[in-house]
């Protein structure tokens, strides 16, 4: 072996060292963990935007976080986020390969859900299994492996999950009606001059429906949405997801509005011509740890892929 390999096999290891997604290895959550967690979560009850079931579960998800083995150790951090009657939930994962071209502004990528219920006058307590509580027990589990996998797969940015409040509308959607956490949240990245630096936005919505199938929305930025197929393929779930040709308002919407690229992971097929969405209908039994496990697993992914090869897919 001449220096001259001995220094190329170095540098391809350094490379590695900066976020090589394993394909032996790719992070992969557990599934019965994410369940537990949506189950705690829907045990609180209706979590309606600007009512104390809301307040309530944005405290239950900081708890969940700061007990989380390893995650206040490594350097994340966890905060409860307004402005006013909105409480939007942050986790904080810091990258664990300095860019220190960079320094503390690294360049980062959100993953989301809603922590919100749906105010049903006509089922007062409406408790949302899968809409709600399916998309928090997946990210705590993401929270959870990310905390682990980094050690031994180092990751040049950071990764922010954010729990949003207020994306269900009160009455209906509108300019102030509904997405009211996840617009204060692009609003604050953008008074902070942390905008440029969000590199993409990851949502998953209702994703635990035993008969999964997911629709991405089909105003997903393309190329974003190209790479979500191509892990569901590398993940041996393609027959689950499907590109998806339907616009959907939900809290990637803010994103892609200001010109953050956004994906929304969505099976908006919930139960017979979806008539289990928004009744009482939703609840534990009609959700399952493996389709919380697909949707996460695939989302997990497609996160590592894309800060790893440092948005090469997603030129600024
Ligand atoms: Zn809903």
Known sequence: MTCRFLFAACAVLLVCAAGCQDA???????????????????????RIYRTEGAAK??????????????????????RIIGPGAVKNVEIVIPPTVRNTAQGDDCDFIVVGAHHDTKRLFSVPDFAGAN?????VGALLAMVRTCVEYM??????????????????????????????????????LAKNGEKDRCRAMVLLDMIGDRDLHIDLAGNSTPALAKLVMAEAEAAGHADKFSPGDTAILDDHYPFLQA???????????????NCYWHTGADTMDKISAESIKCAAD??????????????KDLPK
């Open 151 to 188: 050690q031994k797969r180092p990751l040049p940015c950071g990764i922010r999950f954010v729990f949003f409040d207020g994306e269900e509308a009160l009455y209906q959607y509108t300019e102030t009606d509904g997405l009211v956490g996840s617009r204060a949240y692009v609003d604050m």
């Open 298 to 311: 695939v989302a997990l992914r497609t996160v590592w892929r894309l800060a790893a090869s440092g948005f």
């Open 24 to 46: 032996a290895d790719p992070p992969a959550i557990d599934g019965e963990l994410a369940m537990r967690y949506a189950q705690g979560n829907y045990d609180l009850g209706p």
């Open 131 to 135: 809409d709600g509580a399916s998309g």
């Open 57 to 78: 579960s944005a405290e239950w998800i900081e708890k969940q976080a700061i007990e989380m083995p390893g995650l206040l150790e490594s350097g994340g951090r966890v």
């Open 259 to 273: 010109g953050i690229p956004a994906v929304d992971l969505i099976d908006f097929q919930f139960g017979p011509q």
